[in-house]
């Protein structure tokens, strides 16, 4: 028998047990001693259907004994009843060991209750429903499981793999396309409650559409954020503030790569301003809302391009002249590594100022010569990058870094650090450099606070 065959067998008979379980409840089961009887009579049929496919394993040591059936709660945690004796228990009749499922169920399934208080677990690609949790095939011993350990070439969804993230609020920049949708879309899936801060709500609403046709119970909304505006990034911070919303990962990911020379209405180059200064006012303003969600985690997006340039004047200063430059003194390559670079010292300052609070800070890179919407500026770059797409990572692997440092646990309280391929790597000498970071920022608050009136300092 083929292994596809076997397993229609197998859903055969379970539907075919939920059916008249559920008819048996609704006719003539009164009292307990029936329910059990039920479900053995039952659970014997579905074990006959596994010995008809060929699935049965008699010579395991997991086997149960006769009169004795393996349940799930709602959260996982296996447990096994007696039917003879009408009792339960948490460990294994026969090896005395502890279970729980394993991971989340298999895509296109889900856990809801029916109207009756049970857990019902829904098929929604075969369109069907069963009582019988379909990760009892892949039930795991309670042990302590080490981190694991992730490469260039783990997707988002792998990381959060059996991850509930129902708790969280997540605000991403730039989460409308490419690793930024990719991002949103991951947290989405796991019952975050995402925000998307994009400069073009047309395109981020399209995102939230994308994200809510793949799974209806998403919770993703989109709201507008011009970084290339410091006024729209304070009226965003402001709309934020009043939804009363925690903020436990606040993702920097927007960015522009490049781009003509152009000058910003706060009459700043566009790259610096869209890449570093619209997010350190963004965290900037939204501070407290971070600090009342501790533990909560800041992940700037940055690149490994910070390695080919510098930021300080001969007095060893951070100097404005080099990241917001005179268009004879352009060169958008060069102020993109300018703008990188500036986001791991930011990261750094940031993790140093707020990490007393509970909010830590981390930069990272998320791949090389992905083929994203941040080149369209040059239809050089756009070719370039054309070429490269077959060897590069996809949007998901590209998310992968991201996700790793707003959510991996072995990084709870850690921060200050730079990540590629979900590892932690060194950066350049000056990205380091913790002078270069405070001057950095104080530069940022002067620009800004030039700017403004009453924002708040760190």
Same mark, same amino acid.
């Given at each position: 028998?083929?292994?596809?065959?076997?397993?229609?067998?197998?859903?055969?008979?379970?539907?075919?047990?939920?059916?008249?379980?559920?008819?048996?409840?609704?006719?003539?089961?009164?009292?307990?001693?029936?329910?059990?009887?039920?479900?053995?009579?039952?659970?014997?049929?579905?074990?006959?259907?596994?010995?008809?496919?060929?699935?049965?394993?008699?010579?395991?040591?997991?086997? =149960? !004994?006769? #009169? /004795? +059936?393996?349940?799930?709660?709602?959260? &996982?945690?296996?447990? $096994?009843?007696? %039917?003879?004796?009408?009792?339960?228990?948490?460990?294994?009749?026969?090896?005395?060991?502890?279970?729980?499922?394993?991971?989340? =169920? !298999?895509? #296109? /399934? +889900?856990?809801?209750?029916?109207?009756? &208080?049970?857990?019902? $677990?829904?098929? %929604?690609?075969?369109?069907?429903?069963?009582?019988?949790?379909?990760?009892?095939?892949?039930?795991?011993?309670d042990v302590v499981v080490k981190p694991k350990r992730y490469?260039?070439?783990?997707?988002?969804?792998?990381?959060?793999?059996?991850?509930?993230?129902?708790?969280?609020?997540?605000?991403?920049?730039?989460?409308?396309?490419?690793?930024?949708?990719?991002?949103?879309?991951?947290?989405?899936?796991?019952?975050?409650?995402?925000?998307?801060?994009?400069?073009?709500?047309?395109?981020a609403n399209k995102a939230v559409s994308l994200i809510q046709?793949?799974?209806?119970?998403?919770?993703?909304?989109?709201?507008?954020?011009?970084?290339?505006?410091?006024?729209?990034?304070?009226?965003?911070?402001?709309?934020?503030?009043?939804?009363?919303?925690?903020?436990?990962?606040?993702?920097?990911?927007?960015?522009?790569?490049?781009?003509?020379?152009?000058?910003?209405?706060?009459?700043?180059?566009?790259?610096?301003?869209?890449?570093?200064?619209?997010?350190?006012?963004?965290?900037?303003?939204?501070?407290?809302?971070?600090?009342?969600?501790?533990?909560?985690?800041?992940?700037?997006?940055?690149?490994?391009?910070?390695?080919?340039?510098?930021?300080?004047?001969?007095?060893?200063?951070?100097?404005?002249?080099?990241?917001?430059?005179?268009?004879?003194?352009?060169?958008?390559?060069?102020?993109?590594?300018?703008?990188?670079?500036?986001?791991?010292?930011?990261?750094?300052?940031?993790?140093?100022?707020?990490?007393?609070?509970?909010?830590?800070?981390?930069?990272?890179?998320?791949?090389?010569?992905?083929?994203?919407?941040?080149?369209?500026?040059?239809?050089?770059?756009?070719?370039?990058?054309?070429?490269?797409?077959?060897?590069?990572?996809?949007?998901?692997?590209?998310?992968?870094?991201?996700?790793?440092?707003?959510?991996?646990?072995?990084?709870?309280?850690?921060?200050?650090?730079?990540?590629?391929?979900?590892?932690?790597?060194?950066?350049?000498?000056?990205?380091?450099?913790?002078?270069?970071?405070?001057?950095?920022?104080?530069?940022?608050?002067?620009?800004?606070?030039?700017?403004?009136?009453?924002?708040?300092?760190?």
């Amino acid at each position: 028998m083929q292994f596809g065959s076997r397993h229609r067998v197998v859903a055969e008979v379970l539907e075919d047990r939920r059916v008249r379980v559920s008819a048996l409840s609704d006719i003539c089961i009164h009292s307990p001693e029936q329910i059990f009887l039920s479900d053995f009579r039952h659970s014997l049929e579905a074990m006959a259907a596994l010995k008809y496919a060929g699935m049965d394993d008699t010579d395991s040591e997991d086997e =149960l !004994p006769p #009169g /004795w +059936e393996e349940r799930s709660t709602k959260d &996982g945690w296996v447990y $096994y009843a007696n %039917h003879d004796e009408m009792k339960t228990q948490w460990e294994h009749p026969k090896t005395g060991k502890k279970k729980r499922c394993a991971g989340d =169920l !298999p895509y #296109g /399934w +889900e856990q809801e209750t029916d109207e009756k &208080g049970q857990i019902i $677990y829904i098929d %929604h690609i075969n369109k069907r429903s069963t009582y019988f949790d379909p990760r009892h095939a892949f039930t795991v011993e309670d042990v302590v499981v080490k981190p694991k350990r992730y490469d260039g070439n783990t997707a988002a969804l792998e990381i959060l793999q059996g991850r509930d993230l129902s708790d969280k609020v997540v605000l991403i920049t730039g989460g409308n396309v490419g690793i930024g949708f990719e991002t949103a879309r991951s947290f989405a899936l796991h019952g975050a409650h995402v925000i998307l801060a994009c400069r073009n709500l047309t395109r981020a609403n399209k995102a939230v559409s994308l994200i809510q046709e793949e799974w209806h119970k998403a919770r993703v909304e989109a709201m507008m954020c011009n970084l290339a505006s410091l006024r729209s990034v304070r009226e965003f911070a402001e709309s934020f503030k009043a939804m009363k919303l925690p903020l436990h990962i606040l993702v920097c990911n927007a960015a522009v790569c490049t781009q003509p020379y152009m000058l910003t209405e706060d009459n700043l180059e566009s790259t610096f301003q869209i890449c570093h200064l619209g997010h350190f006012l963004l965290v900037q303003c939204l501070q407290d809302v971070l600090r009342r969600s501790a533990p909560a985690r800041v992940v700037v997006v940055s690149s490994e391009s910070h390695r080919f340039t510098d930021l300080l004047d001969s007095c060893g200063k951070v100097d404005l002249v080099l990241l917001s430059p005179s268009k004879k003194d352009y060169w958008s390559m060069l102020a993109y590594n300018r703008a990188k670079l500036c986001n791991i010292l930011f990261s750094n300052e940031l993790h140093r100022r707020l990490s007393p609070y509970g909010v830590t800070s981390n930069a990272l890179h998320p791949g090389n010569m992905m083929y994203t919407s941040i080149h369209r500026s040059w239809w050089l770059m756009t070719f370039l990058f054309t070429l490269a797409r077959p060897f590069t990572k996809s949007m998901q692997q590209g998310a992968a870094t991201t996700v790793y440092c707003a959510v991996a646990p072995e990084l709870e309280g850690l921060g200050g650090m730079y990540f590629n391929n979900c590892f932690r790597c060194q950066t350049s000498a000056q990205a380091q450099d913790p002078s270069s970071a405070t001057s950095l920022w104080e530069l940022s608050e002067r620009l800004v606070a030039e700017r403004s009136v009453g924002i708040q300092a760190l």
